[in-house]
């Protein structure tokens, strides 16, 4: 499922506006719940300690994630 670049050009400005605040909300959401993890003890201590390695995997295999569902290597 993908998003034609010729959606966001034929919103109009109504249609921008929802996506906007859309995008908006979901950031606030994303934000509150990583605070809400982060301060947890046992989460933020797994974090301190594992961190620096656990976040590069993950924005590695999110990066794999879309080269993969977008086409990227003909799969």
Do not use: N, Q
């Not at 993908?2 to 966001?8: A, D, E, I, L």
């Not at 919103?11 to 605040?21: D, K, L, N, P, Q």
């Not at 908006?24 to 809400?36: I, Q, S």
């Amino acid at each position: 499922m993908s998003t034609s670049p010729r959606v966001f050009a034929a919103a109009g400005i109504g249609g921008m506006s929802v996506y906007a605040a859309v995008f908006l909300v979901l950031v606030a959401v994303r934000c509150f719940v990583g605070k809400y993890f982060a301060t947890r003890p046992v989460i933020a201590e797994a974090l301190a300690r594992r961190g620096h390695t656990l976040l590069p995997l993950v924005l590695v295999a999110i990066g794999l994630l879309i080269l993969i569902e977008g086409g990227a290597f003909g799969l």
